[in-house]
């Protein structure tokens, strides 16, 4: 909680010194089919039956099966670094948080709200995507084929319901979409190239090693992560393009006790 608070800080302080471009965002037409996409796949996620791997599925898994590329996976298992891929993705998924609330210092309620909005969409399409992938393919977690445990204790790991969830890493996903979200949209909306340096460094690197935690925990195997990186990247990068625009077609204006969403014909 330290670290992520100390990032915070430090993002803001240069956020705060920073002179700032114009706001390039806007919700247009885009906005309403991100949001359509990523709630219409989370939806059918939520309709299909959670993937269940039983004792016998266990017992009969074989690691000659895998792949050699990813069969290294299936020697991993950490509970410690299972725990620290949480650490290291929440820090990413927060430091988006910064640029919002400088946003409201800066410019008042619209740009903050429009900065959140597009980050939630980013989320939800992220999110929305991944958990459906999860329930169609059903891909056997690679601790579950780890000599080193035994089989009482994979069907107890297994007993929390999300054995077959290895295909693709959605800890991964997140941390870089929300990774290349925050960098990407801080290059058009400051002018510090040393900044910016040091924001793709330290937010790629946090998002990297959430997928090496990953891998350690025997959560994912090596393609579960590439995948991940891969989707998250360019959900990351495409939602906050998606909303730059010379048109405005939408506005969120905030009142007193509500919010309004307008929409313009030109």
Not at 197 to 215: C, D, M, N, Q
Not at 222 to 241: E, F, H, M, N
Request: with cysteine.
């Amino acid at each position: 909680m330290k670290s992520t608070a100390l990032f915070l800080v430090f993002l803001w302080i240069h956020l705060t010194a920073d002179a700032q471009n114009t706001f390039p965002y806007s919700f247009n037409t885009n906005s309403v089919y991100i949001t359509l996409v990523g709630g219409c796949t989370q939806a059918a996620a939520l309709q299909l039956p959670d993937p269940v791997l039983t004792p016998e599925n266990i017992e009969a898994l074989n690691v000659e099966t895998i792949n050699k590329f990813d069969r290294n996976a299936t020697r991993q298992f950490s509970p410690l670094a299972n725990t620290q891929s949480d650490y290291t993705l929440g820090i990413v998924m927060v430091a988006p948080s910064a640029i919002a609330a400088s946003e409201l210092g800066r410019s008042g309620w619209n740009h903050a709200l429009i900065y959140s909005g597009m980050y939630l969409e980013t989320f939800l399409l992220t999110n929305g995507v991944k958990d459906l992938t999860k329930d169609i393919v059903q891909r056997t977690r690679p601790l579950f084929y780890n000599s080193d445990l035994s089989l009482d204790e994979r069907a107890v790991l297994a007993a929390a319901g999300d054995g077959r969830t290895s295909f693709y890493s959605g800890h991964t996903a997140v941390a870089f979409s929300s990774a290349v979200f925050l960098a990407s949209t801080y290059d058009e909306l400051y002018d510090n190239k040393t900044v910016s340096r040091a924001l793709w460094t330290s937010s790629i690197g946090l998002a990297t090693a959430t997928g090496y935690l990953r891998f350690k925990a025997g959560k994912h195997f090596p393609s579960d992560i590439l995948t991940g990186a891969i989707i998250g990247t360019a959900i990351g990068y495409w939602v906050p393009k998606a909303h730059l625009s010379g048109t405005k077609n939408w506005t969120l204006t905030p009142g007193t006790n509500s919010l309004t969403l307008q929409y313009h014909l030109r």
